[in-house]
């Protein structure tokens, strides 16, 4: 079952609430986090928990109700929620940007309704990426007119579907046999006929994103339901950049939970080496100067996601070609450090805090298995190409979803 229609969610108003209900949810989120995982269990009720608190709503613009909070807000909310959980998270990573969408390519019509929903409490998952085909843009999922009406229908398989199993709406990437084969988002009901959601996510990070399949088997959409998503990537946009923003947060959220476990288990549970004389772990001039090495990555990562976000936020208010590839390029630095960071904090938690930190029923290693899997994503050596271009010959980072 998806679909959050009982659920009577809250309307946060501006940014200071929404960063305050971020940190509650966190906190209440980490206590469960290792079981969740241990056992690979879906988070339903945490999910509910976080539509329930008007948290998804937050990027809806103020004409429509919500808080409309700038990216360096929503880059928090995530960094906060990846603390204590990555996969949760990851899990409405996708909605934002689907809202995002609409912000964008929206009807006002479409926008009324759709964030609607949002401020209602519904959820956006996600079916975009698919597998078996040339690269990661290659999209095979149809969307066609239907032979007799004024409908449309499509056909496809999606995977890596995350959010998806907790969704009210499916939005589906696909190519639009009426309009060339560009690219269009159809916003799909969750118990739409011929749409399948299969939960068969098996990665050894993340596992409880729900990241599986979903399967449309001439899957009817109404035309108010579709939106032309190529037309975002025509002239300057902050697409990628927000949604990269998202992911960098998260890579600063697990290196920053980490390295916050790390600590706390060497000040309760580590034993000093006998060579140091010392009586307490935490005291050992080794392990301190490790702490410290390792606390200067954190406080960079999360440095470079702070001025990423405010690039993104001042391309925003005066959007220009020059703006979005300042952006882009900024919270491409961000990722590609933030991806390192968490891949070495996560492990180097076991160097620090020794032998008993690898017991499997402490499930410690469920943040290096997070980072490992969520910094797979997109190649962050591309990002630092990218980059390079930038600097030495001026070259505008390309217009896509993942830069």
Not at 94 to 113: C, D, I, K
Not at 171 to 187: E, I, K, M, N, S
Not at 191 to 213: H, I, K
Request: no cysteine; charged share 25%; glycine share 10%.
């Amino acid at each position: 079952m998806s679909g959050s229609t009982a659920i009577v969610a809250q309307v946060i108003r501006d940014d200071a609430e929404a960063l305050r209900v971020a940190a509650e949810l966190a906190d209440g989120f980490r206590a469960g986090a290792a079981g969740r995982d241990a056992r690979r269990e879906p988070p339903r009720e945490e999910v509910d928990r976080l539509s329930a608190s008007g948290l998804l709503a937050v990027t809806v613009p103020a004409e429509y109700g919500g808080a409309d909070v700038g990216a360096g807000t929503l880059a928090e909310i995530f960094r906060l929620l990846a603390t204590a959980d990555a996969s949760l998270a990851q899990i409405p990573q996708s909605h934002f940007v689907y809202v995002n969408v609409l912000r964008r390519q929206g009807t006002a019509a479409q926008r009324e309704f759709f964030f609607g929903e949002v401020l209602a409490g519904r959820r956006f998952g996600n079916a975009q990426s698919e597998a078996g085909t040339r690269h990661v843009q290659d999209f095979r999922t149809r969307l066609e007119p239907e032979p007799d009406g004024d409908g449309y229908v499509l056909t496809g398989v999606k995977n890596y579907a995350t959010g998806a199993l907790f969704a009210d709406w499916i939005p589906v990437l696909a190519r639009a046999a009426h309009d060339g084969d560009r690219l269009h988002v159809a916003y799909v009901p969750w118990d739409e006929p011929g749409l399948t959601v299969v939960d068969d996510w098996d990665g050894m990070g993340q596992r409880t994103t729900a990241s599986g399949t979903v399967r449309l088997d001439r899957v009817r959409v109404e035309p108010d339901r579709i939106v032309p998503h190529h037309l975002t990537f025509d002239g300057p946009q902050l697409h990628g950049a927000t949604a990269q923003l998202l992911h960098a947060a998260i890579d600063v959220g697990i290196a920053g939970g980490a390295l916050a476990e790390a600590a706390e288990f060497v000040r309760t549970k580590s034993r000093p080496w006998f060579e140091s004389g010392l009586v307490a772990a935490a005291d050992d001039p080794l392990l301190i100067q490790r702490f410290g090495e390792l606390a200067i990555r954190v406080r960079a990562a999360e440095a470079l996601l702070v001025a990423a976000a405010r690039s993104v936020d001042a391309a925003a208010g005066g959007l220009t070609d020059e703006s979005a590839a300042e952006a882009s390029v900024a919270v491409a630095a961000a990722k590609a450090f933030a991806g390192a960071a968490a891949v070495e904090v996560s492990s180097a938690l076991f160097e620090v805090a020794g032998t008993r930190a690898a017991a499997d029923g402490l499930n410690l290693h469920r943040h290096w298995r997070d980072a490992r899997t969520h910094t797979l994503h997109d190649p962050a050596r591309w990002k630092v190409q990218h980059i390079g271009r930038h600097l030495l010959n001026g070259t505008p980072p390309p217009r896509h979803g993942l830069l």
